[in-house]
């Protein structure tokens, strides 16, 4: 059995069993990084690189990994399996506002912005995440700053086309 990740006492974190992390895993990272939509079209040494900061854990069905309000400043990779994103409505009501899936990230914008997380990320089918610290990405941007600067323009690009999307279902909704 793995180890178990907690950080700053967070309880959904409890449930996460560490994989692998650092160059004894950075290949088996690297290979789950590169089918990622943020990785796609990066080089594998750019991938390589990055993996060194990124942490691997098993994730199991109903684990909290991203908690609304919470400051726990990271941005998650899902390897594989699923999670629903959930946004409080009121204080008794809270709505699933997408499904996230293999290759997609979650968390960028509180690991660029430092800000609480906009909403709750929880597993719904068994899944492998790619965890990146605020810490670790500080790091990587003083000791790897070309390669920092590749991702943060990946996170900009993808953020953006979130925020089309989420546009035009807003306008959508509106004209209703």
């Known amino acids: 059995m793995g180890q178990k990740m907690t950080l700053n006492g967070k309880t959904g974190f409890d449930d996460l069993e560490l994989l692998g992390s650092g160059t004894s895993y950075m290949v088996e990272i690297a290979d789950m990084l590169e089918r990622a939509d943020m990785f796609r079209n990066m080089s594998r040494a750019e991938v390589d690189c990055f993996s060194r900061y990124v942490q691997a854990y098993d994730a199991p069905v109903g684990a909290e990994v991203l908690i609304e309000g919470d400051r726990e400043s990271c941005m998650f990779v899902v390897a594989e399996g699923k999670l629903?994103?959930?946004?409080?409505?009121?204080?008794?009501?809270?709505?699933?506002?997408?499904?996230?899936?293999?290759?997609?990230?979650?968390?960028?914008?509180?690991?660029?912005?430092?800000?609480?997380?906009?909403?709750?990320?929880?597993?719904?089918?068994?899944?492998?995440?790619?965890?990146?610290?605020?810490?670790?990405?500080?790091?990587?941007?003083?000791?790897?700053?070309?390669?920092?600067?590749r991702i943060v323009h990946r996170m900009a690009t993808l953020m953006s086309l979130r925020l089309r999307q989420t546009s035009g279902v807003l306008i959508d909704y509106l004209r209703d």
């Open 84 to 149: 629903d994103i959930l946004k409080k409505a009121d204080a008794d009501e809270t709505k699933k506002i997408a499904t996230v899936r293999s290759g997609k990230t979650i968390g960028e914008m509180s690991l660029l912005d430092g800000l609480p997380h906009s909403a709750t990320a929880v597993v719904v089918d068994s899944a492998v995440l790619l965890l990146v610290t605020k810490t670790n990405f500080d790091r990587m941007l003083k000791e790897q700053p070309e390669v920092a600067l």
